[in-house]
């Protein structure tokens, strides 16, 4: 049995059960009055989800995990689309372990669903990869039910990439009728002052609300805008548009690294969940 051990406890997110619990309730105390809790009743997708430490991004992701955990809706398995930071793998590359640990357990693999996939299989792109280790505590102390996960990894970012994910994972969960729950872990704007980042964010959020992935992608790569996992975000997108007809988003929270170390160079972070009526 393959079992990828933690790699980013201890720096993205605390180390210990006790910590990483303890750091999460102050994170839900703090926005548990900004959580719009009404979600929780829609048929959700999916939802892009920052990925950063805790402590910066944790008050964004919160509020997409806060909702699905009061949702009535049991999911199966969660597609975690990631970009690839390292380099390493393939364009495209579907984890092969059988569980990911964490300091709270461990996490299965829906090694079924993977294999079903139909693409490079490894365990390469993830081996020091944080962007998909992230979401996992949360998932952990805020599913009750039993789950499943399925970390996919976008090494080439482009619209082409994106619809080939999406139709994957469509015609993989047509024999195997999985209830998915899709996770495209991102960050916003890198590095720029909090008004420089906005405006370049309000120009992807533009294309991601008309869920054009064609467009996101020429305005991420003519304006140079570092939203780093533009590939998965477009895939959410490319995937909603298979699985429902009319497919709505909107923004569950947005802010940057300044509000928690001012700074004149920030970091955005902007959940924004994805579903139907």
Request: aromatic content about 10%.
């Amino acid at each position: 049995m393959n079992v990828r051990t933690p790699k980013v406890a201890g720096a993205f997110y605390p180390g210990t059960e006790k910590e990483i619990t303890g750091l999460i309730e102050q994170i839900r105390d703090t926005e548990k009055d900004r959580i719009d809790y009404s979600f929780a009743q829609k048929d959700i997708i999916g939802c892009v989800v920052p990925h950063a430490g805790y402590v910066y991004s944790g008050y964004e992701a919160i509020h997409f995990f806060e909702i699905i955990k009061r949702s009535s809706k049991q999911y199966d398995t969660f597609i975690i689309i990631n970009p690839n930071h390292t380099g390493y793998g393939e364009h495209i590359e579907v984890d092969s372990n059988d569980s990911w640990d964490t300091p709270l357990g461990a996490v299965d693999v829906d090694t079924e669903f993977a294999r079903q996939l139909d693409l490079p299989r490894s365990d390469r792109a993830q081996m020091q990869e944080h962007s998909a280790e992230v979401m996992l505590p949360f998932l952990q102390l805020f599913v009750s039910d039993p789950f499943k996960i399925v970390p996919i990894s976008i090494l080439r970012q482009n619209p082409i990439t994106a619809i080939e994910v999406a139709e994957k994972i469509r015609d993989a969960n047509k024999g195997l009728n999985r209830k998915l729950m899709i996770i495209a872990s991102s960050d916003f704007t890198h590095f720029e002052s909090p008004v420089d980042g906005q405006m370049k964010d309000d120009l992807v959020l533009e294309q991601i609300e008309k869920q054009d992935s064609e467009m996101l992608y020429d305005t991420v790569v003519q304006n140079r805008i570092s939203v780093c996992g533009y590939g998965p975000i477009m895939s959410l997108i490319e995937y909603s548009k298979l699985v429902a007809e009319k497919p709505s988003s909107t923004i569950l929270a947005r802010g940057h690294s300044g509000k928690i170390r001012p700074s004149s160079s920030v970091v955005d972070y902007i959940s924004i969940l994805f579903y139907h009526d």
